[in-house]
């Protein structure tokens, strides 16, 4: 059975930093595109960061310069290190995986719970 499971979460204040981790198992995802996208009260999930197998990244405007999105194969693990964080911020947050390696803006298959991110002004 496949399973994301994000940790890391938390409250933070404004213009600090967090970081979101996300542990596969079930198979492995070392050849996938993963993902992190977010939901924040009354609104859509959007798109918030993506890495392809390759190590090519993908980042949502709103954080680009703030968030980085990295992978360790090894140990199934993806990762999110949000810096600067803003008010603006606070959501759910949940990791993604595709069954392929297409570009990250492209479907994702698997999704953890989601983890909070409250960041306080």
């Known amino acids: 059975q496949v399973q994301l499971v994000e940790s890391g979460g938390g409250l933070v204040q404004a213009g600090g930093s967090r970081r979101l981790s996300c542990a596969t198992s079930g198979r492995t995802f070392s050849n996938n595109t993963m993902g992190w996208f977010r939901q924040a009260p009354e609104k859509q999930r959007e798109f918030v960061a993506g890495i392809m197998w390759t190590g090519i990244t993908h980042y949502a405007d709103s954080v680009k310069g703030r968030f980085t999105i990295s992978r360790d194969n090894a140990k199934n693990m993806v990762y999110l290190q949000m810096n600067n964080l803003k008010p603006e911020d606070t959501a759910v947050y949940y990791c993604?995986?595709?069954?392929?390696?297409?570009?990250?803006?492209?479907?994702?298959?698997?999704w953890g719970q989601g983890t909070q991110v409250t960041v306080s002004s």
């Open positions: 993604g995986a595709q069954r392929g390696s297409y570009w990250p803006l492209g479907q994702y298959d698997y």
